[in-house]
């Protein structure tokens, strides 16, 4: 079956669980394209997505860095599994300091690849480890809560 997910400014076909429906699935995105032209489709892992023509990952990581202190010293770190990512990829890896890591296999703009979840664990732990031991500045916040710590 196919399964539709309404975000606030964008909609999503998935088609996961009957990947037959394919065809059908994009069939039908492209008529709601029509109906709604300042949208745009894009295709991800069995999915058919309809956003804002102007969106993109890259967009978004970079309104996001905007609102972090500026005198602060960050490593932008991008990790994704999908062509929805690739975007995200090429703006991280304009950056200084960016790393961009795409998991699974694949041609990507990303610097980094990982075969899969498991490693990206590893790599977070490994890349935690060396902070806690080597960074001065880390504050040694033990509670790690995704980005409430990064934004501290």
Known sequence: S?????KK????????????????????????Q????????????????????????GLAIKEVLAHLNQYEVYTPIFIG??????????FVNQLEDGISIKVGQGLTHAKYQLKDTKQVYDFLESFLDHIRNHDNNFKGNNNLDGEKTCLN
């Open 2 to 6: 196919l399964l539709i997910e309404n």
């Open 9 to 32: 400014s964008s909609i999503a076909l998935h088609y996961r669980k009957a990947p037959e429906l394919e065809d059908i699935a994009k069939k039908i995105m492209l008529e709601a």
């Open 34 to 57: 029509k109906i709604f032209p300042n949208l745009r489709l894009i295709q991800g892992k069995f999915v058919y997505e309809l956003i804002p023509a102007q969106a993109n990952k």
């Open 81 to 90: 599994d999908d062509v929805t990512d690739e975007d995200g990829f090429y």
